[in-house]
């Protein structure tokens, strides 16, 4: 006997003005893929993404919001598990082409290079959090060869080289 089929339940609702249902609509027909399955689709894409994110110890969140202006992203970063970490910790800010990331006031700090001998600008996690900007820098962001992937991964990079020693 096959298994059964998991019960479906109706669940995701969205309040979107008539031209964006239109245009919705209008594509899946095109398509010929049925609207709910295709916000089906949408939504486990969105899973697998997120929970691969969840999953991570150092958590990293880049958006624009609406009062920013092209170029200029918020990067927000917080540990899964700020428990590890209950004291501030300093990490290096990725030094990277065409970007620039300043830290909040809160959350700077200075870093030690020893190969330069020099103080770097620096983050500073408190509870586990750190929050900031990123910025294309001298060159439009649709140009900027560092994509923001890559500043992700340069930022997860660097505080975990300094997580690992409070393991």
């Given at each position: 006997?096959?298994?059964?089929?998991?019960?479906?339940?109706?669940?995701?609702?969205?309040?979107?003005?008539?031209?964006?249902?239109?245009?919705?609509?209008?594509?899946?027909?095109?398509?010929?893929?049925?609207?709910?399955?295709?916000?089906?689709?949408?939504?486990?894409a969105?899973?697998?993404?997120?929970?691969?994110?969840?999953?991570?110890?150092v958590?990293?969140?880049?958006?624009?919001?609406?009062?920013?202006?092209?170029?200029?992203?918020?990067?927000?970063?917080?540990?899964?598990?700020?428990?590890?970490?209950?004291?501030?910790?300093?990490?290096?800010?990725?030094?990277?082409?065409?970007?620039?990331?300043?830290?909040?006031?809160?959350?700077?700090?200075?870093?030690?290079?020893?190969?330069?001998?020099?103080?770097?600008?620096?983050?500073?996690?408190?509870?586990?959090?750190?929050?900031g900007?990123?910025?294309?820098?001298?060159?439009?962001?649709?140009?900027?060869?560092?994509?923001?992937?890559?500043?992700?991964?340069?930022?997860?990079?660097?505080?975990?080289?300094?997580?690992?020693?409070?393991?």
């Open positions: 006997m096959p298994a059964a089929k998991p019960e479906k339940t109706e669940y995701l609702k969205a309040r979107v003005d008539e031209g964006i249902k239109n245009d919705f609509e209008g594509i899946c027909t095109a398509l010929a893929i049925k609207p709910a399955e295709q916000l089906r689709k949408l939504a486990l969105f899973i697998t993404l997120e929970e691969k994110r969840l999953g991570e110890r958590q990293i969140r880049v958006s624009r919001p609406e009062t920013y202006d092209a170029g200029a992203w918020r990067v927000e970063i917080k540990l899964r598990k700020p428990e590890e970490c209950p004291y501030p910790v300093v990490f290096p800010l990725p030094k990277l082409e065409k970007r620039l990331i300043h830290c909040d006031p809160e959350y700077r700090a200075a870093w030690f290079d020893s190969a330069t001998q020099l103080h770097e600008p620096a983050g500073v996690l408190k509870d586990g959090m750190w929050r900007d990123c910025y294309s820098n001298g060159i439009a962001e649709s140009d900027n060869p560092t994509p923001l992937e890559e500043v992700e991964q340069a930022l997860r990079k660097n505080i975990e080289m300094v997580l690992v020693h409070l393991r």
